[in-house]
Nanobody, 114 residues
């Protein structure tokens, strides 16, 4: 069983920055990939960024050059640094543990608005 707790969401103006954090329980964190996804009402959840156990990353085209995913295995935590935020980045952001079984966090809301 893996529990994920996201934090760091909030209201930010266009062009601003936020850093999301996802803390995971369990000792196998470093062996597995982690991902950030987002969802808006009426749309499917979409991949934002993913990081493998070896630190390899991939991003959705819409966030490349603006968002950075990273992980700190000693703290069982994955981060999403979001810069140059746009109104279309407004969504509920979820953390995902990609293992033998997938686990999801409860989500953290990001609102980009002036």
């Amino acid at each position: 069983q893996v529990q994920l707790v996201e934090s760091g969401g909030g209201l930010v103006q266009p062009g601003g920055s936020l850093r999301l954090s996802c803390a995971a329980s369990g000792s196998a964190f470093s062996n597995y990939a982690m991902g950030w996804y987002r969802q808006t009402p009426g749309k499917e959840r979409e991949l934002v960024a993913r990081i493998t156990s070896l630190g390899r990353t991939n991003y959705a085209d819409s966030v490349k050059g603006r968002f950075t995913i990273s992980r700190e295995n000693a703290k069982n935590t994955v981060y999403l640094q979001m810069n140059s935020l746009k109104p279309e980045d407004t969504a509920l952001y979820y953390c995902k543990f990609v293992g033998v079984r997938d686990y999801w966090g409860q989500g953290t809301q990001v609102i980009v608005s002036s």
